[in-house]
């Protein structure tokens, strides 16, 4: 008995997940493990970021959520968060030349409210430049919170039921679903986190109801399309059922 070794080919492409939510983790360690400051291990996440939207890309999948900044995150030194808000600004700013051709549409979801001016100005302009494209839709977690997303959710729905435009009664999941970040797209199917942690850290929590679960003990800037594709294929072996028999 011959083990092939896994590849492109063995994936499915008919049962690419829609949506896969990744919770990018470990940059620090791996920085430490080579010495190097924390910031060194954020940059190298970067770029293993985009070989793995340029993967999920050509694969077919309809959307990526990458789990950037969280909500918890601002209790990190100031010098990393300025570190990460500046890395993200310029990944955002860049994103035209280094996804050119990729056709991949944008966007930020999490709240605007605490971050800078810049970010915000860029977030918009990278929506507006990216909006048109039919490839792959990435949407960044950033300054993002599920318990933030959902609050917020029901106090939109409270304001209109306050003002006449909902009825209490009428108020079903799919209201819920339309006042999220993530309003008219597909639910996660598959969630990845990196480097050995298994928890969801405030993420998706809605939207990961069904989703099939992957962990991996590789540290973020070592996740490769190649694991990407592991992922997948782990993925498509699983049974999911959906409450049913
Ligand atoms: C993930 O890596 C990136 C962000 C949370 C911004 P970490 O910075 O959490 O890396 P570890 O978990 O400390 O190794
Ligand atoms: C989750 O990672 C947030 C991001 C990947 C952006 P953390 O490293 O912040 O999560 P915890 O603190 O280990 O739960
Ligand atoms: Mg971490």
Redesign the pocket.
Known sequence: MFFKKQNKQEIDMLRIPKHIGV???GN?RWAKKRGLPRSAGHSAGADALKKIITEANNLGVKYITV????T??WKRPKEEVDYLMNLLLDYLRNAEKTLSGENVVIRAIGSRKELSQEICDQIVKTEEFTKNNTGIVMNI?LN?GAREEITNAVREICKDVKNGKTDIDSITDKTVENHLYTKGQPEVDLLIRT?G?Q?L???MLWQVSYAEMWFTNKL?PDFRPKHLRQAIYDFQNRGRRFGGI
């Open positions: 919770i990018m983790d620090g789990y950037a900044f969280s918890e995150n977690a993002y480097s942690e928890r850290s405030n993420f973020w």
